[in-house]
């Protein structure tokens, strides 16, 4: 018997990109039960369905409010888990567009998939494109993140995959519920990073981390410097809060290669006058992620300033 999936969305001030989301999870190849939606705000939600019936009227959708003193990014999801009795279900943003029918399916298989000697698959992620009008420096990006080629990863992958082990971004990611209970869920309050830390704990426990190329999803975002910033910030933050996962790993080598990479590219397509605006990304990431790392030693005036989660700190 084919496994059952419903669909676990969390939003705030949802837009045009999550009515396509919605319209394109119904029409895929693989059957999903429930759309559960898990809206920071009801006045937002309310303004966004006002005069419309191209979401409220599925039948699959599933709207539940909370506040945003509420809102929580692992705690929130564990939330909505709880009102799925699906033997899978897929975690979403509201701002990622299945590329086509087929992405349920590819991650339902992606999650199946059994390999000699090896644990079981706990949550399988799908490969992010960039937006047809993304800059060559984001596609780039995603494409160096979201490579064309599947792969599973294990504890025996720590020492050459290091940080990239416990990779996995709940923008798209399918769970096994059976695995998932066991496991405890997700951290019930994180700053950010609760798909992370729950792949680390799956890792741990002898479980492998799918990735699935073939099961795609539109998502991408042009952040200028002080949005990169403060998004590591909270990166970094959740690393320092995580230090018997993160500890251990250095993930700057990462980042290291990822900016020499883009820059060369860059150059290969003639856009050189880009690598000033890399440059200032990257100092901007890096900052971000070493100023959340050591977040104990700021002011909370400065905090409060740096972080895009300012409810998690009250």
């Known amino acids: 018997m084919n496994p059952t999936?419903?669909?676990?969305?969390?939003?705030?001030?949802?837009?045009?990109?999550?009515?396509?989301?919605?319209?394109?999870?119904?029409q895929q190849s693989y059957p999903v039960g429930r759309i559960i939606v898990m809206n920071t705000e009801e006045k937002y939600m309310e303004a966004f369905l006002y005069g419309r019936r191209d979401i409220g009227t599925h039948k699959s959708v599933r709207i539940y409010h909370l506040s945003r003193r509420e809102f929580d990014h692992g705690g929130t999801r564990g939330k909505g888990v709880l009102r799925s009795d699906a033997d899978c279900f897929l975690c979403m943003t509201q701002d990622a567009v299945p590329a086509d029918t087929d992405l349920v399916k590819n991650l339902v298989e992606a999650l199946s998939q059994k390999e000699d000697g090896k644990g079981e698959i706990a949550v399988a992620y799908a490969r992010q494109l960039p937006q047809p009008d993304a800059s060559p420096i984001t596609s780039f990006t995603r494409g160096f993140n979201y490579p064309d080629v599947s792969h599973t990863k294990g504890k025996e992958d720590l020492a050459t995959l290091g940080i990239k082990t416990y990779f996995c971004s709940n923008v798209c990611a399918m769970y096994d519920r059976k695995i998932f209970d066991a496991l405890g869920g997700f951290i019930?309050?994180?700053?950010?990073?609760?798909?992370?830390?729950?792949a680390a704990k799956a890792v741990s426990m002898g479980y492998r981390i799918a990735y699935a190329a073939d099961a795609k999803v539109y998502h991408s975002?042009?952040?200028?410097?002080?949005?990169?910033?403060?998004?590591?910030?909270d990166l970094g933050v959740s690393q320092a809060d995580h230090s018997e996962i993160f500890g251990n790993i250095r993930s700057e080598g990462e980042g290291i290669r990822l900016v020499r990479e883009t820059a060369g590219y860059l150059r290969s397509i003639g856009r050189t006058g880009l690598l000033v605006r890399l440059v200032m990304l990257s100092a901007a990431k890096y900052a971000g992620y070493l100023l959340g790392k050591h977040y104990r030693s700021l002011p909370k005036r400065l905090i409060m300033r740096l972080t895009m989660n300012r409810y998690y700190w009250r």
């Open 221 to 233: 975002h042009e952040y200028g410097p002080w949005q990169e910033l403060r998004r590591n910030f």
């Open 188 to 198: 019930r309050r994180t700053i950010f990073n609760e798909d992370m830390i729950y």
């Open 5 to 26: 999936v419903d669909v676990i969305i969390p939003t705030y001030k949802p837009d045009e990109r999550f009515a396509k989301l919605v319209t394109a999870l119904e």
